[in-house]
């Protein structure tokens, strides 16, 4: 063609150059819109993205700028279609097979440690929380110093990367980018020591930075349930990234030596007088997880379901009933100034009387009162990434509470549907057990609270047996 286009006509050459020139400006163009979407400009413009790249960088031996290209060309390379039709495949994987996946692969040393197993309606329903006796139906009462929790300030974990998980990092980013996931860079707490006594829980908190946790051990969820839709059942599957970060026991367990992330969460039951078709009961409130967030989403959770971090007062806030406290008025009642998503904070004292929200306030006002609860009912480890899970059980047994601020119950982005139930409706609750949406840590600490209601509800209560499995 170079021989046939150097013996051509003047003309003829310079209409040539001009449809080469054409087509090199439209792939540029092309290109250049390419690197407009949304996921784009969010590499280019978001402060937390920025903030990734930069812990990116320094967990492996990048060179400055080096994790935005990779990440820039994974964003390149993704083809949504095939993301679609892999989280399909993956939305199919249930709970008990992540169960025998996590089992199979501790298949050692379990002791007086065990993953926590509930039989509903004859059914053995399980999960990858490991526990132990000592750490279930707890039934303490939390709020008033029962909740210890020592901050050391010392405490700050630099995670290296060999080069296979920065690469899966890389990659687990632009894809939660093209998701568009809300991914911000707020401190959490991560776990040092825990001891869980009667009466009391107490342990120490270093801080790490979320994009810490969300490039290391957040991997883990989504390589299991690869793994799983690919792999075969009767085998210990095969995941690289766990065996670097969370390979046996001993590592799950030794908080001080590992990022420890973790949540609380808890079961809201909120008495109602009798009406519109109703008994006397306590309406139960679910919540179905938006796909927007970064962990369990589209699964169903109790509400409200935090990771445990700090607001405003490091010390103060290690208590994992502040945070509780804290996502009631976020997710229940509407305070974006408490999102940790929305911005810094800039109140010195978030959750001061003059800055709550009505039905906060009423009570808070009535704190310690016979008025409403907030017990503690497990404590677990998610084999999934390692996470510790504090699961609470929140009782309002005032009634006027309902009457004055039922309308004012309103879940928050983090949820793409919030659902109701009757404590009296058997069958519903029953048939809500068995759902195989629930996350792990949301099964937990509804079949924990549950169980906890059932021995203190008296008569608005009629819950289904809900069985411990050894």
């Known amino acids: 063609m170079d021989t046939v286009l150097f013996h051509a006509a003047p003309d003829a050459k310079a209409r040539f150059a001009l449809l080469v020139g054409s087509r090199q400006k439209d792939g540029s163009e092309q290109v250049a819109a390419r690197r407009q979407t949304p996921a784009h400009q969010r590499l280019a413009k978001d402060p937390h993205i920025a903030a990734a790249l930069a812990w990116l960088e320094s967990g492996f031996t990048w060179a400055p700028g080096s994790a935005r290209e990779r990440?820039?060309?994974?964003?390149?390379?993704?083809?949504?279609?095939?993301?679609?039709?892999?989280?399909?495949?993956?939305?199919?994987?249930?709970?008990e097979q992540a169960a025998a996946a996590a089992q199979r692969y501790y298949r050692a040393g379990f002791g007086q440690w065990r993953p926590y197993k509930a039989q509903v309606a004859g059914q053995v329903l399980a999960t990858t929380i490991l526990t132990q006796d000592a750490w279930l139906d707890l039934a303490q009462p939390v709020?008033?110093?029962?909740?210890?929790?020592?901050?050391?300030?010392?405490?700050?974990?630099?995670?290296?990367?060999s080069r296979s998980v920065a690469e899966e990092a890389a990659r687990s980013l632009a894809e939660s980018m093209e998701r568009g996931s809300q991914i911000v860079n707020s401190e959490i707490y991560t776990l040092t020591s825990l001891d869980v006594q009667p009466g009391i829980i107490s342990g120490s908190v270093g801080v790490v930075d979320f994009v810490e946790f969300a490039l290391t051990l957040n991997l883990l969820e989504s390589e299991l349930m690869r793994s799983i839709a690919t792999g075969e059942?009767?085998?210990?599957?095969?995941?690289?990234?766990?065996?670097?970060?969370?390979?046996?026991?001993?590592?799950?367990?030794?908080?001080?030596?590992?990022?420890?992330?973790?949540?609380?969460?808890?079961?809201?039951?909120?008495?109602?007088?009798?009406?519109r078709g109703h008994d006397s009961d306590y309406l139960l409130l679910i919540q179905e997880r938006s796909g927007s967030v970064l962990n369990a989403n589209r699964r169903l959770a109790v509400i409200p379901k935090a990771f445990h971090g700090p607001?405003?007062?490091?010390?103060?806030?290690?208590?994992?009933?502040?945070?509780?406290?804290?996502?009631?008025?976020?997710?229940?009642?509407?305070?974006?100034?408490?999102?940790?998503?929305?911005?810094?904070?800039?109140?010195?004292?978030?959750?001061?009387?003059?800055?709550?929200?009505?039905?906060?306030?009423?009570?808070?006002?009535?704190?310690?009162?016979?008025?409403?609860?907030?017990d503690s009912t497990a404590v677990g480890i998610n084999l999934v990434s390692g996470n510790y899970e504090f699961a609470n059980l929140i009782v309002i047994d005032d009634e006027e509470w309902w009457v004055k601020y039922g309308g004012q119950v309103r879940a928050n982005w983090e949820s793409s549907g919030l659902h109701r139930y009757s404590s009296l409706d058997t069958a519903r609750l029953e048939s809500l057990a068995l759902d195989p949406r629930w996350s792990n840590e949301g099964f937990f600490a509804f079949t924990q609270g549950c169980r906890r209601l059932a021995e203190i509800g008296g008569q608005r209560v009629r819950i289904p047996s809900i069985e411990l499995e050894s």
């Open 311 to 374: 607001m405003a007062d490091y010390g103060e806030d290690a208590r994992f009933s502040a945070t509780v406290e804290r996502e009631m008025e976020e997710e229940l009642f509407g305070r974006t100034d408490v999102d940790s998503t929305a911005g810094e904070q800039l109140h010195a004292d978030p959750m001061h009387p003059s800055l709550l929200s009505d039905p906060m306030r009423w009570l808070m006002d009535r704190h310690g009162s016979d008025a409403w609860r907030m």
């Open 71 to 95: 990440v820039a060309e994974e964003l390149d390379a993704l083809d949504p279609r095939a993301m679609e039709a892999q989280d399909q495949r993956l939305a199919q994987v249930t709970r």
């Open 143 to 161: 709020g008033s110093g029962q909740d210890n929790f020592h901050f050391r300030p010392d405490v700050r974990h630099r995670t290296k990367l």
């Open 233 to 275: 059942s009767d085998r210990p599957p095969v995941m690289p990234i766990r065996d670097e970060l969370l390979p046996d026991l001993a590592t799950v367990l030794d908080f001080a030596g590992r990022v420890c992330a973790g949540g609380a969460l808890a079961l809201t039951a909120i008495a109602r007088p009798r009406g």
